[in-house]
Every structure is written in structure tokens, then in C-alpha cells.
């Protein structure tokens, strides 16, 4: 039986550290909003010349060493963001371009919070099949030059940050499925009913414009992320845990089977709320948010990095993931590391 595994690991964020009375500089908030709202503490930000291939480069770099594999060794790239280094061609292109890797196809996910799981079930599906051996998956973002830094936007700025996770896929033969180390499944959804509750409206075609972006745009800011907030939390509070107990119930496990849960980073509070509706204890949830805040098709890759470094994540460990964002997009997985 041919499935796949994870066999390397990497992030990247910039240099410079935000802290939340830094944005006092830009707009009216709080350290106190900013950390009873979402449990973001800091978050960091690129320089003027870096860009998201940049950072997700880095964290490529970071995974191919550990896989001991050269960027001619794989077979697909797949690159999740939703703060493109242009508006075309897509930043796996990019991405490519500077790793080195002619040739092979490299593809974007465009599913924002969720983009992680679905490159990784893409690359799974390819790999399941025998097409591919070697796939890099990276969920990169930089939005730091996207965000509306007024008191206008500060419902949605205070919550994202710029960083970069990135794995390595690779085929391996299953002898044991009980103690192997491989993905055991992904679980896919969207709702596109609920598509403008958080998103950029422009540039685009479906602007009722001639042009996907015009001087009034500007000055009505639709260049910058709107969010309904109270929608989100409500639909992310419940999705995320329906996600996991679907992907439980796939598997055969029950809730205190998982090792660890590494999930999304949108609010701690969320990801509070989930573990309280799972029953699930403190310590089996790894958060990262109070660091870096929401790096979108980030969190999991680096919530992954930040789990092996506090020894929490070994081989062998049974792990369950969960993201939800924009589109509406949710989705989940569950892999023994
Ligand atoms: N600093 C200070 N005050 C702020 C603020 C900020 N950064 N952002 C908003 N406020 C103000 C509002 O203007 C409002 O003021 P008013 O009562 O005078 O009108 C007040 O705080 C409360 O705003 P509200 O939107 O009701 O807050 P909330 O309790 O719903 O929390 C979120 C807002 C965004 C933290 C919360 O809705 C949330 O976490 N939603 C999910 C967001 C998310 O996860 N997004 C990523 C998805 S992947």
C-alpha cells in the first residue's frame, strides 16, 4: 500500500517583531483588546523588498535539508497563499523559478486559512496514485503589505502576521499502518455562500467596473481584507471540531487517541472553544498564535516546527489538524508523524 509521509520541515518569518502597542503607531487599539479578543501577543513583518516566495524559499530551503533532498529531486511544488507575490503567474511559479526546479508542475491553492490541508490532500492524491514520488508543499503569506493599518481596519490588521511553513512529501510503502509514520486522511470542504463574509473585493473582474481597479477603490479601501467577525468566530467554533470528529470517525479513533492536535491559528479563542466542544485538555493543543498571530496557510507548517522544537511533536506521534477561513473553507487531516 502506497501512501504518504511527511519527511521534511521548515519555516521562516521575518526579522522584525511587532508587538501590539506597536500598532498604536498606526491606528487606535490596545495590547488589552488585541490579547483578551484573539491571544495574539506579536506578530512580525517583512522588509519593503521581501516578498511571499521569499519567505516561503526559506522555509523550503529549511525542509529539503531535512529530507536530505535537492530541489531536482522532486516531482511538484504546491505553494497555498492568499498574498501572492503578483496578481500572475501564481507564486509557485515563483517560487520555482528561485529553488531551481525546472520543469515540474507547480501549482497555487488558493483556499486562504485552509490552504495548507488542501495542497497537502492534493499532493496526497498524486502520490496515492503512483503519479508523483516527491511533492514540496509550502502555505506561505505576507500581509503585512495587504492590510488596511488605520483605525478603519484595525478589526482585521491586528490579527494577521507574515511567515512561512513548508513540508516534504514522499511516497513510502505502508507495513504497518498502525505504527508507520504516514497521512492517513484529509477531509475537504468549502461554502461558497459565505464568500464575501472575508475577502478582498479588488482588484477583480467582479467589480461592477470596467476595470478590476479604478482610483475610487482605492479611496474606499476594497484593496483591503473585510471581515465579518462575529460570522467567522461562529462558523469557525463550529466547523473546526465537525471537521476533526470527521476525520476521527474515518479512522476508527477516538478523541483521546490523537497525541496532539496542531490546528489552525486564527484566535485563541477559537481553537479554546473547539477543545471545550471536543472535550480535549489543554496540553494536547499546541497554539502558536500569541507569537506570530494569524499567518494564514501558515499556521499549521509552523505550529509543526514550533511543536518538534518544544519536543511535543516525535516520530511516531498521532497527529490531527484543522483549519477554517476564508471562502468559507474548512478542512482536516490525520497523520502519524
Ligand atoms: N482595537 C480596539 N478596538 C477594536 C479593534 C481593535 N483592533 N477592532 C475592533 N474594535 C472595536 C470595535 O470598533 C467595536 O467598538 P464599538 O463597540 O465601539 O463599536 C468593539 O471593538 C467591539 O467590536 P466587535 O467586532 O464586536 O468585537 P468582537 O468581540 O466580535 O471581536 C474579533 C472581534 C475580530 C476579534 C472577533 O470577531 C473574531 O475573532 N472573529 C474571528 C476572526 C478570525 O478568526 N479571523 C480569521 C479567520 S481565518
Not at 505553494?79 to 508542475?105: M, N, R, V, W, Y
Not at 507495513?175 to 477531509?187: A, E, G, I, R, V
Request: hydrophobic fraction near 40%; aromatic fraction near 8%.
Amino acid at each position: 500500500m502506497i501512501r504518504s509521509r511527511f519527511t521534511g520541515l521548515g519555516m521562516a518569518v521575518p526579522p522584525n517583531c511587532i508587538k501590539n502597542n506597536d500598532l498604536q503607531r498606526y491606528m487606535d487599539t490596545s495590547d488589552d483588546w488585541i490579547r483578551q479578543r484573539s491571544g495574539i501577543e506579536q506578530r512580525y513583518w517583512v522588509d519593503e523588498g521581501v516578498s511571499t516566495s521569499d519567505l516561503g524559499l526559506e522555509a523550503a530551503n529549511v525542509a529539503l535539508e531535512q529530507a536530505k533532498l535537492k530541489p531536482a529531486d522532486l516531482d511538484m511544488i504546491l505553494f497555498a497563499t492568499l498574498s501572492p507575490d503578483h496578481e500572475f503567474p501564481g507564486t509557485a511559479c515563483f517560487l520555482q523559478g528561485k529553488l531551481g526546479a525546472p520543469g515540474i508542475p507547480a501549482i497555487d491553492i488558493r483556499q486562504q486559512c485552509s490552504g495548507f490541508i488542501y495542497s497537502v490532500a492534493v499532493a496526497d492524491q498524486f502520490i496515492r496514485t503512483g503519479a508523483i514520488r516527491r511533492a514540496l508543499v509550502v502555505g506561505a503569506e505576507v500581509h503585512s503589505k495587504g492590510l488596511d493599518l488605520t483605525t478603519r481596519g484595525r478589526d482585521v490588521s491586528v490579527l494577521f502576521g507574515d511567515g512561512a511553513g513548508a513540508v516534504v512529501m514522499e511516497a513510502t510503502s505502508i507495513q504497518n499502518p498502525k505504527t508507520d509514520s504516514f497521512l492517513w486522511s484529509t477531509h475537504l470542504h468549502a461554502d461558497g455562500t459565505h464568500a464575501q463574509e472575508l475577502w478582498t473585493a479588488a482588484p477583480g473582474t467582479g467589480l461592477k467596473t470596467k476595470e478590476r481597479i479604478l482610483q475610487p477603490h482605492l479611496e474606499e479601501a476594497v484593496h483591503y481584507p473585510k471581515m465579518n467577525g462575529k460570522s467567522v468566530f461562529i462558523h469557525a467554533s463550529q466547523k473546526m471540531p465537525e471537521s476533526l470528529q470527521e476525520a476521527l470517525l474515518a479512522n476508527g479513533l477516538s478523541s483521546e487517541e490523537i497525541d496532539l492536535y496542531v490546528l489552525h491559528q486564527a484566535n485563541l479563542r477559537i481553537n479554546q472553544k473547539c477543545a471545550e466542544v471536543m472535550g480535549l485538555p489543554d496540553e494536547k493543543v499546541f497554539n502558536t498564535i500569541q507569537k506570530y498571530g494569524n499567518t494564514t496557510a501558515a499556521t499549521i507548517p509552523i505550529g509543526l516546527v514550533e511543536a518538534e522544537k518544544a519536543s511535543r511533536l516525535k516520530q511516531g506521534t498521532l497527529v490531527a489538524s484543522a483549519a477554517f477561513g476564508s471562502g468559507y473553507t474548512w478542512a482536516s487531516m490525520i497523520y502519524r508523524w
